[in-house]
């Protein structure tokens, strides 16, 4: 499943042939072991056939290594890629994210000082206004006082 090039090629092929030999060696030579035939079954498994086909499955195996090794190292570099371009992106929206608590401060600062200015502003109005309430309950005084004394002089002037 890791290198499914390995498998379909010819090198796989081979190397798949020669382990078969060397297991149909191995099992001849036990079987002449458990016949007593010991010197036969030493001659199969040190035959220049049985080395031919180790040397054969070794060059398949190397290379099947070399394959996975290939792989590891391509996964190795996509994970090291996707690591730093993951890492970029985590710095950038923490970037961003300064930028708009930065800019959400700013704003938060401005209403705060315009609304420290809008108080003021409304506190001068209210002192201003209670003046005008003073003034205008002064002159209604005055006014009432006037007409009262109109009003008693034109009494006086009607018992007359």
Do not use: C
Not at 130 to 157: A, F, H, P, Y
């Amino acid at each position: 499943r890791l290198a499914p090039e390995v498998q379909s090629g010819e090198v796989a092929h081979q190397a798949d042939i020669a382990n078969k030999k060397l297991v149909d060696m191995e099992h001849q030579a036990l079987e002449l072991v458990g016949q007593r035939r010991l010197a036969e079954a030493h001659a199969v498994l040190f035959s220049e056939e049985y080395e031919a086909q180790k040397w054969i499955y070794s060059q398949g195996m190397q290379r099947f290594t070399a394959l996975l090794e290939q792989r590891v190292a391509a996964g190795r570099s996509a994970r090291r890629i996707r690591t730093m371009l993951s890492s970029l992106l985590i710095a950038i929206a923490l970037l961003l994210l300064l930028i708009v608590w930065v800019i959400g401060l700013w704003v938060m600062r401005r209403w705060q000082t315009a609304l420290v200015e809008n108080n003021r502003q409304l506190e001068l109005t209210a002192v201003e206004l209670q003046d005008l309430n003073k003034m205008l309950d002064e002159k209604v005084t005055e006014r009432t006082s006037q007409l009262q004394t109109r009003n008693s002089i034109g009494v006086i002037w009607a018992n007359l």
